[in-house]
């Protein structure tokens, strides 16, 4: 199952598209359609010309309503940009390409909107701005469809191009490790409490046991919807309708993660390396205060730089994220970093290590050692991951009295890791490794 989202600036057409291509108003709350403004995310899904069932996530398009976007965008398989052929590109039309650069999202069709309100030179000229504007971006070659919600023009090469798309993109891993982002909290009369979202690494059956977290609430599975219909097993990458029991409505939230029991552990630390936006107005100093964006959690914090004093727009640098509450993260999860004022977005990155130690800064050790952890060979990332247990029950035994010692991975696990690379094979090929598990060191 794969699932696409809207971008794009606001009133280019992005709500009234998906209502043409899925028959489904995204539009769900009465203030959207009393001010006729996409607020929140909508979502709606169809069925494309090769049988594909494919759902959408509509996001908002005005910055007030940004934060609502990126909780949208975090984990979509593709992206279709619309941008109205009367006004062209717009701020928030770069502004989500940057976000959807930042993510990765390499996948993605652009919808060329409103082309019943423009002629065919027009047409054109807005065309090859939205290719150079894609140029440096993941999305570099996407399609360009000129189409109308109002005469049906383009519709169906827009069906035929996101099938296309959806055609090259790689299957959703399941990893044995799913989790969902909560993006959407209700209760149904009947059924009480339900979560929605999109579901990553694994997949979902009903009454299995999860936990919400943050928090660590414990609860269970009791039914699964997908577009609708319930399901015994939810897949990974659908979208998924989770009716949980025994959970008060009021002790959940947008951005928290329903998860399998003892699988996840939320953490106020990440090392990470991020990229700042070549626009962004000025350099991130040190220590500077970010809201962090992943998956559909918004949460503030403060950046250390590890390798720079002053990291300058269009460059990258090792950091280690310090936030101020929680987060649910995994190693390889790229996300999006704002600054509250003025608001805006200045960049992203790739989390590398979801439970770092404190870093000295300017440590090439320590960046080495990130290096090896972002783009290590499997061997190298199954000995780092070696090196941590041994390091860490070596220091238990330094410290001896006093300090319970602890046994097992800190950090990542092992078992995470070789999921996460698809490694499995390969691994047990390694015969340094194959020497470690026969020595039950892992
Ligand atoms: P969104 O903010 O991007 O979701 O934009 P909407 O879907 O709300 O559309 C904004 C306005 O553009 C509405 O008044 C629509 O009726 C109008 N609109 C949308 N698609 C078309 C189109 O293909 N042609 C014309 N002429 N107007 C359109």
Redesign the pocket.
Known sequence: MSCIGTA??????????VKVLTGIDPDRLAEEKER???IDLGFAWLTLPSGREVSIV?VP?HESFIKNMLAGVGSIDAALL?VAADEGIMPQTREHLAILDLLHVSRGVVAL?????VDEEWLNLVREEIETQLKPTTLVGAPIIA????TGLGLPALQTALDSILDVAQERQNIGRPRLPIDRVFTMTGFGTVVTGTLIDGIYKVGQEVEILPSGIKTRIRSLQTHRHQVEVAQPGSRVAINIANVARSDLRRGDVVALSGQMHPTMLFDAHIHLLADAERPLVHNAHVELYSGSQEVPGRVRLLNTEELQPGQSAWVQLRLDRPVVVARRDRFILRIPSPSMTIGGGEIVDVEPRYHKRFQKSIIDGLERLSHGSPEELVMAALDRRYAFRTGAKAASTGIKPAYGLIGYELADIVKHCNLAEEVTQQTRVRGAVVERRV
């Open positions: 794009g600036h606001v009133d280019h057409g992005k709500s009234t598209l006729g403004m996409t509509d398009g619309v909107t409103k082309a019943d309100l189409v109308s919600a109002y």
